[in-house]
C-alpha cells in the first residue's frame, strides 16, 4: 500500500525531538563534590526520546563524574534526575535501590569505556549478550540464544563465536560486545563514557559507524561522553561543553562546532581543525 | 565415658546459644544465609566444622546420633566425627537413618524418607550459589537482597552451551518458597527432589566462610531451569548390584584389575537394610 510504504521512508528517518513531547531526562542543578574539590556543578539539560545529546570537554571536566551521577553510580550532593519512566517523571534521586537497579537492568544501559569493566570476562559471547534477557525473566534457552546470536550479527561479531569468552575477542570486538549486551533488551537511555576511546583509529571509525546505525535503527536516546568531537559530529543531535566541571555551552552539534560562543569551545574546536 | 575436659558436646553454652539464634533466624526465613561467629574447631576445615558446630548446638543427651560421608557411614571423616559427638556428648549412635534424630551429613540426602521430628545437618564448603559468577561478597549479598538472580541463569545458559546439557551434577541451585536461591551443599543433584517437601529439619552450616541457612520441615524447594531445558534428577540405568533397588543413587565401584565394575548403593545403610530383609542384586553371592 501507498501508505505503508510512505510510513517506512520515515521509519528509517531517526524520530525527531518535538517540542511537545515530554523530556526522557531532566536533569537540574546536579552537583557533586570530592571533598572540596568540584566533580561537576550545577548542571541542567533537557535530553528528549530519540535525542543524543554529546558531553565534551577536556580531562578533568567532569564528564565522567555527570555521567556517573545520572546513572545512579554515585550520589550528587545536589540536583534532580527526572527520568520518564513508564508509570510518570521519577526523581531517581528518591527512588530506592532497588528501583534504581530495575532501572538500571531494562530501561537504562551503561557502556564504558573500558570493555572488561562491562562485561562478565569468565561468560561466553552468547552469556554476556543474555544476562539481561535472563535478568528481566527469560527462561527459554533457545529463544535466548537465538537472540543472542541475532544481535552478535548486529554488531558484526560471527555467529559461530558465540560460545568463545570475551577474552579471546579483540578490543574493538570487546566494545562492540558490551555494546550488544547492553543493548538488546531495547533500553530507552543509553549512557556510553567515552565508548571508542582506547582503540585504534580505524576500529574506532568502523566502531562509530556501527554506534550510528544503531542509534537510527532503533530511535535510541544517549548520552554520549567524549572528548573526541569526531564523535559528536558523527553521533550527536546536540552538544555541551564542560570545563571545570561546569557547563559552559550547550546546543545544537552542528551550531556549537560551527558557531563557537564560548571562548573555551572556540579553544576546542581550533585544536581540533589544528590535528 | 563423656570426656569431662569438655562441655557437653564439646562447644560452651554460650556459643551454642549464638549458633542456636542463628538457626532460628535461618528456620524463621527459609534459604537465607545467616552470618555467625565460627569458632575454631578440633578439626581441619574440610572436615565439616560447619555441620559439627550446628550439630553441638542442636544435640541433647538423649539424641541419637547418625553421621554419613557420601551415603556411608564407615569412612574416616563419618567416623571420626561420630566418634567426637560420642566423646564430647555421650550420645547414642546408630547407622540406621531411622532410629537416628540427628544426622551429619556430607554430599548426600539418605534415601529412607525423613520422618519429623528428624534434624538433618549438611557440611558446606562454599554456601554462596552465586560466588562463581560474582566474586563480590557486598554485591552478592545485594542481589538476594533484591532478587536478583538473572546470573544463576546465565550459568545454567553456560552450561548448556558449553555441554549441551545442564552439567551442573553436584550442588545443584534451587529456589526456596519462591524466595532465596540456594546451594543445597554438594550432594547430587539426584537427591534434589528430597529437599523439597521434606518432614525433617534440614540445616546446612558452613564453618570456613561462617555461614547458616535452613529449610523447615514441609519447604517447596525448587531446582532451576529453562522451559526448554528442564530439571531432571537423572540416575544411572541400573539397579544396585547387592540390593537391586532400582531407585537409588549408585556408586560406580571398580572390582579388579580387568576393569570390572559393579553398581552398588551410596546410601550403606539402605543398601545393607534391603540385603538383610532378602533383596538381592545381580552379583549378590549365591543362595546358600
Ligand atoms: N574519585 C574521585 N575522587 C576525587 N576526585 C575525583 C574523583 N573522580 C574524579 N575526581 C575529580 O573530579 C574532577 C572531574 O573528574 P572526571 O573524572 O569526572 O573528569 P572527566 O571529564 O571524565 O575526565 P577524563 O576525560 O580524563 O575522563 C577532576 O578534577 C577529578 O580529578
Ligand atoms: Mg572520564
Ligand atoms: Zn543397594
Known sequence: MMEGSDLSIFAKKKPQPMASTAPLLRVEGLTKRYGARIGCADVSFDLYPGEVLGIVGESGS?????????????????????????EGPRDTREMSEP??????????????????????????????????????????????????????????????????????????????????????????????????????????????????????????????????????????DRLMVMKGGRVVEQGLTDQVLDDPQHAYTQLLVSSVLQV | MTDQAYNFAYLDEQTKRMIRRAILKGVAVPGYQVPFASREMPMPYGWGTGGVQVTSACLMPEDCLKVIDQG????????????????????????????????????????????????????????????????????????????????????????IARHGQIATSYAYPVKVEGRYVMDPSPIPKFDNPKLSDNAALQLFGAGREQRIYALPPYTQ?????????????????????????????????????????????????FCASRQAVGHRGRLSPEEV
Not at chain 2, 560420642?86 to 539418605?110: D, K, L, M, N, Y
Not at chain 2, 540416575?235 to 537409588?248: Q, R
Open chain 1, 62 to 86: 567532569g564528564k565522567s563524574t555527570l555521567l556517573s551521577c545520572l546513572a545512579g553510580h554515585m550520589a550528587p550532593d545536589a540536583g534532580r534526575v527526572i527520568f520518564d519512566t513508564a
Open chain 1, 99 to 236: 528501583e534504581r537497579r530495575r532501572l538500571a537492568r531494562t530501561d537504562w544501559a551503561y557502556v564504558h569505556q573500558n570493555a572488561r569493566d562491562g562485561l562478565r570476562m569468565g561468560v561466553s559471547a552468547g552469556g554476556n549478550v543474555g544476562e539481561r534477557l535472563m535478568a528481566v525473566g527469560a527462561r527459554h534457552y533457545a529463544d535466548i540464544r537465538t537472540t543472542a546470536t541475532d544481535w552478535l550479527g548486529r554488531v558484526e561479531i560471527a555467529p559461530e563465536r558465540i560460545d568463545d569468552r570475551p577474552s579471546a575477542f579483540s578490543g574493538g570486538m570487546q566494545q562492540r560486545l558490551q555494546i550488544a549486551r547492553n543493548l538488546v533488551t531495547g533500553p530507552r537511555l543509553v549512557f556510553m563514557d567515552e565508548p571508542t576511546g582506547g582503540l585504534d583509529v580505524s576500529v574506532q571509525a568502523r566502531l562509530l559507524d556501527l554506534l550510528r546505525g544503531l542509534v537510527r535503527e532503533m530511535g535510541l536516546s544517549v548520552l554520549i561522553v567524549t572528548h573526541d568531537l569526531a564523535v559528536v559530529r558523527l553521533l550527536a
Open chain 2, 221 to 269: 524447594v525448587v531446582s532451576l531451569d529453562f522451559d526448554d531445558h528442564p530439571f531432571e534428577a537423572g540416575k544411572a540405568p541400573h539397579d544396585c548390584d547387592l540390593c537391586g533397588a532400582g531407585e537409588s543413587y549408585l556408586d560406580e565401584v571398580i572390582v579388579d584389575d580387568a576393569g570390572g565394575r559393579m553398581f552398588v548403593c551410596s546410601d550403606t545403610d
Open chain 2, 72 to 159: 556411608a557411614d564407615d569412612t574416616t571423616n563419618a567416623v571420626s566425627i561420630r566418634k567426637f559427638f560420642q566423646r564430647t556428648a555421650g550420645v547414642q549412635v546408630t547407622e540406621a537413618t531411622a532410629e537416628a534424630s540427628v544426622i551429619q551429613t556430607r554430599h548426600r540426602i539418605p534415601e529412607t524418607p525423613l520422618r519429623e521430628g528428624q534434624i538433618l545437618v549438611y557440611q558446606v564448603p562454599i554456601p554462596e550459589p552465586l560466588r562463581f559468577l560474582e566474586p563480590r561478597e557486598t554485591e552478592t549479598r545485594k542481589m538476594h537482597e533484591l532478587e536478583e538472580y538473572g546470573l544463576m541463569h546465565v550459568k545454567l545458559y553456560e552450561d
